[in-house]
């Protein structure tokens, strides 16, 4: 009772806290009521007389607060810094970036108006002002500038020779593209003469100038390195044989290059293929062929593993990889010379190239500035295509119209022929080992770069083989990271250690580490750099000395030769053998699976309830009556075909019945778990799987395999699909029916992507929060793994010195975790077993930081430091260092790309 009485006194009640509480809250809002009162001279001195009687601890506390509020790096300079600073600044910009600028905010406005910056640009021109400006006025020399650009009397090229004629007389069409020849192999040579100079003033490079910033590292690895030997110019042979090939494209009508599988379109405008020989007359240097293979490909080690001796290889990560940084690889493994062709091994359609996660090259981006940059580089890097230069691109675009617009894009844009398969064969990848678009030579690309018996394998197991891959990359990729590396330092060591004394081990040490990573670059190249082409000598070549217009006909009227109604009436074969065997497919799932299980229930020995059976087989039942009746349709349109029958119809008539399909999908993680329970729980089940899975009559395959075939066969609708639009000619009947039913399976098609994304970047999530302890949740909608990236942390000995004298010291190991729209960051340490050699990696969290609020900052190279960099966020900043350039290199780019990306979203 004795608290209650002095409540509402002076005496602060401190023995009980609750009224100790009550009375501070409703002193504070007394005060902040006489705040509210007071004007802004007198809150001012109430804020001063409150911060000078607190403690350092406190004050740091409102430091802190300001600073989260309000920070420094998103502030306006021009409001912070000198007046004669922010002009200074300002004095580098054009008249139009001023103007530009003057549009910014209030501040910039004036500071851009002022006649310090525009007097020096109107006089370099002799423009003076006809009058003093006052005192108080600002912006007269600005206005006297635009006036006098304004004022200025130009005439554009037309209106000049509209207005005063001209000298030249006028040029026909063949004279034109003549010049327009001529002006682009000037500017190839003088191209191609700055590089050399470049690279020479490279070499003589003074070695105090090493340290470079990473904005510029990032120019100058992606430019392109051209080789130093001038191509000769096309011979007189070689222009008739093309001028023949062009004056017979051009009397062909325009629907005849359709028929074809080794013409493009819209090529008749510019030289054909580009038949190369190398007959003597010119010398030619043997070039080696440069394949890039991605990690997205299924079991991409066995095509890697299929490389011929002698091809340049380069295999790139698919999700963790920016154009600039693909670049930068493939210029790092050519090491300055161009290549006879090259090779693009990756995942995609018939009507795009899915070359980089959110690089799609298609018709609609691939005129987009980064990305015609990046193939106007790639394509620098190859051989011209009067020398048989040649890009190999692995994706089936020669088998529909977008595709082989995509590719005659590209070969307009880069001057380099571009092949890809015109193959309509379904199944796992079969379309690389048909016959291909636009190719000139005889021997097929995939005998370029690969041996084919082992891509056939491959070819036909790819699906078994990423199976198995999966788990191996899962349990082997933390031991084979510093294979290498563990490898060829033991080598080296042992080798000294047998050869030195202990006195020259000592003084050897530097030797000894340069010796061993030496050896690590080593075993990441191929063995050969230098491959020797073949050069057959047969019959034709020799017709070809006496007469050069010879084989070049004959190719020609082979290639007309070709009839569209063949090449649909093949395509439509294609779609009903391989619906045959879809269906027959789905029928072992009945017949081996669905009646035995049944029947055992009917005869009172059941081994699944009848609701398990109804979940597990009622979906796939009902998709294999619905394309029962899609092949009987097929069937029996088959068999009276003609060149002027319909399948689009068909078609049409199937798509409208795909929620059957979408039943199943909507229900299959359901289908997959049932079948995992109930093989835990009932024997019998596991008993009866067990006799049927991977037998002669499941085709070797068990029943979750069976059920995979559904969303697999929709990518070959797609395929033969826009295989038969291509040989169907415009004014066939079929041609609208097919364009919907295109429409139709791409939408769907879709739909089942969307669903296994989803799928995969929720399992991916789970497993890095399971190995992260003390990880918050990841799963978020539409939140994806980019990269991981092991660093080690560095702090500052004394930060007040100049970054090239800074002492840094490693404090520990972390591994930056990159999401497209946060940095997880977390510590990395190392355990043993004992009796054991291997160890094993556990991460620890640290922070997490959203990309928009990260801060990048380069730290040159020193002679203390090397590949560091810093990474600050709100609160928190880590100074950071790989041990590989490229390293760096690399996760800088795609950590900048990623920030740009959340930015913009």
């Keep these: 009772m004795e608290s209650f009485h002095t409540r509402f006194s002076a005496w602060t009640p401190f023995s009980n806290k609750s009224l100790n ?14 705040f509210d009162l007071w004007t802004n001279k007198q809150r001012q001195e109430f804020l001063c007389t409150i911060f000078l009687r607190c403690s350092k601890s406190q004050l740091r506390i409102v430091q802190d607060w300001f600073s989260e509020r309000m920070q420094v790096a998103k502030v306006d300079f021009s409001t912070v810094l000198p007046r004669f600073i922010s002009l200074y600044i300002f004095s580098f910009l054009n008249p139009k970036d001023l103007c530009a600028a003057a549009q910014v905010s209030w501040p910039w406005k004036f500071l851009t108006e002022q006649d310090c910056l525009w007097m020096p640009k109107c006089i370099k021109f002799g ?16 206005h006297h500038y635009i006036a006098c650009v304004s004022n200025l009397d130009w005439l554009t090229p037309r209106e000049a020779a509209a207005v005063y004629g001209t000298l030249n007389e006028p040029k026909t069409e063949d004279e034109e593209v003549q010049e327009r020849q001529r002006e682009k192999h000037l500017r190839k040579i003088i191209w191609e003469k700055i590089a050399l100079r470049k690279k020479e003033l490279f070499k003589v490079r003074p070695p105090w100038v090493s340290g470079t910033r990473c904005s510029r590292l990032f120019k100058s690895k992606c430019q392109p390195r051209l080789s130093q030997t001038m191509r000769d110019q096309v ?21 005849s290059n359709v028929s074809g599988c080794h013409s493009y379109p819209s090529f008749s405008k510019k030289n054909w293929c580009g038949v190369y020989k190398n007959d003597g007359s010119s010398s030619h240097v043997l070039q080696p062929h440069l394949i890039l293979i991605s990690s997205r490909i299924p079991a991409y080690e066995m095509v890697v593993s299929s490389v011929r001796t002698g091809i340049i290889s380069v295999v790139y990560d698919y999700s963790s990889l920016t154009l600039e940084s693909l670049l930068y690889l493939t210029e790092k493994a050519l090491d300055g010379q161009k290549v006879q062709s090259m090779g693009i091994f990756s995942d995609g359609n018939s009507r795009e190239i899915n070359l980089l996660q959110g690089y799609k090259v298609g018709i609609k981006n691939l005129l987009r500035p980064e990305v015609r940059d990046f193939w106007e580089k790639l394509g620098s890097y190859v051989a011209p295509e009067e020398a048989g230069g040649h890009v190999d691109v692995f994706v089936p675009l020669g088998a529909s119209e977008a595709g082989i617009e995509v590719l005659s894009q590209l070969s307009q844009l880069t001057g380099t022929l571009f092949t890809a398969p015109a193959g309509i064969a379904t199944g796992s990848y079969q379309h690389i080992l048909s016959d291909w678009l636009g190719r000139p030579w005889e021997r097929a690309p995939p005998s370029i770069y690969f041996s084919e018996a082992k891509l056939q394998a491959w070819s036909n197991l790819t699906d078994f083989l990423e199976d198995t891959l999966k788990s191996v990359r899962k349990q082997l990729s933390p031991l084979f990271k510093d ?14 250690f047998d050869t030195m004394g202990m006195a020259h081990i000592l003084n ?43 084989e070049l ?16 009436t093949s395509v439509v074969r294609e779609l009903l053998q391989s619906e045959r065997k879809y269906v027959q497919m789905l029928e072992i799932v009945r017949d081996v699976y669905a009646k035995p299980l049944r029947a055992a229930l009917s005869s009172n020995r059941a081994i699944l309830s009848a609701a398990n059976i109804q979940i597990i087989f009622s979906d796939i039942l ?9 092949l009987e349709d097929l069937r029996d349109r088959l068999q009276e075909w003609g060149p002027a029958h319909c399948v689009g119809d068909i078609f049409i008539k199937f798509g409208s019945q795909l929620n059957t399909y979408t039943n199943f999908f909507n229900n299959y993680p359901v289908v997959l778990k049932t079948i995992e329970k109930c093989r835990e729980v009932i024997p019998a089940f596991r008993a009866f799987l067990k006799r049927h899975d991977k037998t002669v009559a499941t085709k070797m395959l068990s029943l979750p395999e069976l059920l995979l075939h559904p969303s697999r066969r929709f990518e070959e609708y797609m395929h033969l699909l826009y295989a038969l639009r291509l040989h169907t000619p415009a004014e066939h009947v079929d041609r609208g029916d097919l364009t919907t039913a295109i429409d139709q399976i791409r939408k769907y098609k879709g739909y089942i992507e969307q669903m296994k994304q989803n799928i995969n970047m929720k399992d991916q999530l789970s497993d890095i929060q399971s190995i992260i302890w003390g990880c918050p949740t990841l799963s978020e909608v539409n939140r994806y793994l980019i990269r991981v990236q092991d660093v080690a942390q560095l702090q500052c000995c004394d930060e007040e010195i100049s970054f090239s004298l800074r002492l840094y010291e490693h404090t520990r190991d972390l591994s930056l975790f990159l999401f497209n729209d946060a940095l997880l960051v977390s510590s990395r340490g190392t355990s043993h077993t004992p009796f054991e050699r291997t160890s094993k990696s556990t991460y620890r969290f640290i922070a997490s930081v959203a990309l928009h609020r990260l801060l990048i900052e380069d730290i040159p190279d020193s002679k203390y430091i090397r590949n560091a960099f810093i990474l600050q966020g709100p609160k928190h900043e880590w100074i950071c260092a790989t041990e590989v350039e490229d390293d760096k290199f690399l996760w800088l780019s795609v950590l900048q790309n990623a920030i740009k990306s959340s930015i913009e979203k």
């Excluded at 509480?21 to 006489?34: D, G, K, P, T």
């Design 21 to 34: 509480r009550q009375l501070f809250q409703e002193r504070v809002a007394l005060i902040s009521h006489w």
């Design 127 to 142: 423009w003076f002002l006809p009058y003093t400006p006052a005192e108080n006025e600002y912006g007269a020399w600005k």
């Design 235 to 255: 011979g007189l042979q070689e222009t008739l044989e093309k001028q023949l090939v062009l004056a017979s494209l051009e009397a062909l009508p325009k629907r």
């Design 483 to 496: 294979l290498k590396k563990n490898i060829s330092g033991r080598m080296i060591g042992q080798f000294i």
């Design 508 to 550: 050897n040490q530097e030797i000894a580490q340069a010796l061993a990573d030496g050896l690590t670059e080593l075993s990441q190249e191929n063995s050969e750099r230098n491959v020797t082409e073949d050069n057959p000598q047969d019959a034709k070549s020799s017709l070809s000395k006496n007469d050069p217009n010879f």
């Design 553 to 568: 006909v004959v190719k020609l009227e082979r290639k007309l030769q070709l009839d569209l109604a063949e090449k649909r």
């Design 622 to 630: 009902r998709i294999l009556c619905l394309n029962r009746h899609f």
